[in-house]
């Protein structure tokens, strides 16, 4: 018994990871090349535990320098409170150049940590614009455009697992009257990860200048072949100005302006994944891509018969750190060992995705001597090198006593002469031999239909009361979830509305009302927003959800119709009118029928 108490209580508290006093300090720039003109944005973040005083700056004396303020992220990891702080700033070229950035630095117990350092290109004003920005600001008027999203791959053909950076940027030359909605692009076929922070600057953009947020997420395809990563879409609601206004009170006019609302959305882009190279690929290839290096320890050398040794294995390096598996470990002779934790730490640096992963295993011996933990390996595909790799820790030596006779042994009791136990003996009773009667007298209370219906019927009305409860806040919390829900309610009410609208020979507003009713069932089950649709995009978007074709061709039919109707006079008869309304009801019936993805 006490041996088991003090394994179980060695395995409880390897779990416990104590606080270190490690402190890493970073920087970063972006975008690393721009004009005179432009702005560059310096992120200085610093990562430890405990209370971390401010960075010290390098010389910016070639910049005019503008705080952008802090933030702050702490997280607590297996019993561990660490703390990010991130200082940002505002980088105003003085002359043009190339600036090589000396290192921040910071100071934590009398030990100097310090950052890498980083290079900014200083160009002629509007060179260092990249063709895809003056591209994508550019209107099919050739104009400038007020706002635009424009995303970006920074790879076009990437291996299985291997990091790619999808960049997405908001660029907008006028002033915002609200905040953006912004809805990111599906990505099914990658695990996904956000590079923080996010990026904040200004450019000058075709002679135009441009206030631009940067996001970066890092994409870890999960599958070969031609992957797509799908629009980007945001809303917002812009100022406005009317130059051709022949009010006397114009000039108040920006002060009640309200502005417009506008939805923009990012191109489709394409990658080619390719699947992981069979040449030299190692047998027991667990699916690790990047490039990493695997260590041990153990918390001692030196123990007893019985007592455990807990070994640390721990994997650093560049790629998706989730992904990456634990290193085989064989069965061992002299050993039993247990699983006694893990955890993982995700690191972004210079925008590739990296990070520490650590198993802890715990050895236990079942001899005396001189006993070894043999190297663990690992195997990883390097898609820099194109090639595999195995990486191996060095073995552990483990010096092992036999443990005391009185703390690992039972011994027996010998017979005393003479001594027997007989039946008069009272704190001694004999096991029966006999079982008798061992049928129920009576049914049990617990089977009663009693017990069954006062017990089960608050049960019941819990789970019930549960699963309304989560279905409420689904509904709060989910907006594409609630819309999905309320499409059908929503279409219905709106037929309703098309069905009096019939008959009182409004037909513009009777087709209007149907066409919305379509817009807005398709919008509200994919979460999408319907306003400034037209009928060739509700098509689109109804063969990429994967609609039947009679569907969609019932639509277009429908569609066709509506927009004769405001045309032609003899559309608007009551059978026309009657006809299409019925084809409404016949489409919604076949769409809440479908399977909409």
């Not at 920087?27 to 535990?49: C, K, N, R, W, Y």
């Not at 455990?308 to 989730?322: D, F």
């Not at 009551?574 to 009801?585: D, G, T, V, Y």
């Amino acid at each position: 018994m006490i041996r088991l108490i003090t394994i179980f209580s060695v395995l409880m508290l390897s779990v416990v990871v104590s606080a270190q006093d490690e402190v890493k300090i970073e920087m970063h720039i972006a975008p690393d090349t721009i004009g005179i003109e432009d702005q560059a944005f310096l992120a200085i973040t610093v990562t430890g535990s405990g209370s971390l005083p401010e960075p010290d700056l390098p010389n910016l004396s070639m910049f005019e320098v503008s705080s952008q303020g802090t933030s702050t992220n702490i997280s607590i990891v297996n019993g561990s409170m660490e703390s990010t702080h991130a200082y940002n700033y505002m980088l105003f070229p003085k002359r043009q150049g190339t600036f090589v950035i000396k290192a921040a630095s910071i100071v934590y117990k009398r030990k100097r940590y310090q950052s890498k350092e980083v290079t900014l290109t200083v160009l002629d004003a509007g060179i260092g614009t990249p063709k895809t920005l003056e591209k994508a600001a550019e209107s099919s008027e050739g104009e400038n455009r007020d706002i635009f999203l424009l995303a970006e791959l920074n790879k076009k053909k990437v291996y299985v697992n291997e990091q790619v950076t999808l960049t997405i940027k908001f660029c907008h030359a006028v002033s915002l009257l609200s905040q953006p909605d912004y809805t990111p692009p599906q990505v099914t076929d990658f695990w996904s990860d956000a590079i923080e922070p996010q990026r904040s600057y200004y450019q000058n953009i075709n002679g135009r200048r441009y206030s631009v947020i940067e996001i970066n997420t890092a994409l870890f395809p999960t599958r070969s072949g031609e992957l797509s990563i799908g629009q980007a879409m945001l809303s917002v609601n812009v100022q406005t100005s009317n130059r051709r206004s022949r009010d006397p009170f114009g000039g108040f006019g920006s002060f009640f302006n309200r502005g417009q609302t506008k939805t923009i959305r990012t191109q489709p882009l394409k990658i080619e994944v390719l699947p992981l190279p069979t040449k030299n690929k190692p047998a027991n290839f667990s699916g690790t891509v990047g490039e990493f290096f695997i260590t041990s320890s153990a918390d001692k050398l030196k123990t007893e018969v019985n007592q455990p040794v807990t070994v640390t294995y721990k994997i650093s390096g560049t790629g998706n750190i989730k992904t990456v598996a634990e290193p085989v470990i064989e069965d061992l002779a002299d050993f039993r060992i247990y699983r006694s934790a893990s955890s993982e730490k995700i690191s972004k640096v210079d925008m590739v995705v990296g990070g520490t992963k650590i198993f802890e295993e715990t050895y236990i011996p079942k001899r005396a001597g001189k006993l070894t933990i043999p190297a663990v390996s690992l195997n990883y595909f390097n898609p820099t090198t194109k090639k595999y790799k195995t990486v191996s820790t060095k073995p552990i030596n483990i010096n092992v006593e036999q443990a005391a006779l009185s703390d690992y042994a039972d011994i027996p009791v010998p017979n005393v002469a003479g001594r027997v136990i007989d039946s008069k003996a009272k704190d001694i009773r004999y096991i029966k031999t006999k079982s008798g009667d061992l049928a129920i007298k009576r049914p049990l209370i617990l089977a009663t239909p009693l017990y069954l219906i006062l017990n089960g019927v608050p049960v019941l009305l819990l789970v019930f009361v549960w699963i309304g409860q989560k279905r409420r806040e689904k509904l709060t919390t989910d907006i594409g979830y609630a819309r999905s829900r309320l499409a059908r309610k929503l279409a219905r009410k709106r037929l309703a509305t098309a069905r009096k609208l019939a008959g009182s020979n409004q037909t513009a507003e009777f087709y209007a009302e149907i066409r919305f009713a379509l817009f807005a069932y398709i919008a509200d089950k994919l979460n999408i927003s319907p306003h400034g649709m037209i009928g060739d995009q509700l098509l689109e978007i109804m063969v990429n959800a994967n609609i039947e074709n009679d569907i969609i061709d019932s639509t277009k039919s429908l569609l066709r119709q509506a927009d004769f109707a405001q045309y032609s006079s003899s559309s608007k008869t009551a059978e026309n009118i009657k006809l299409s309304l019925k084809s409404a009801e016949e489409i919604l019936i076949k769409l809440e029928g479908s399977q909409i993805v």
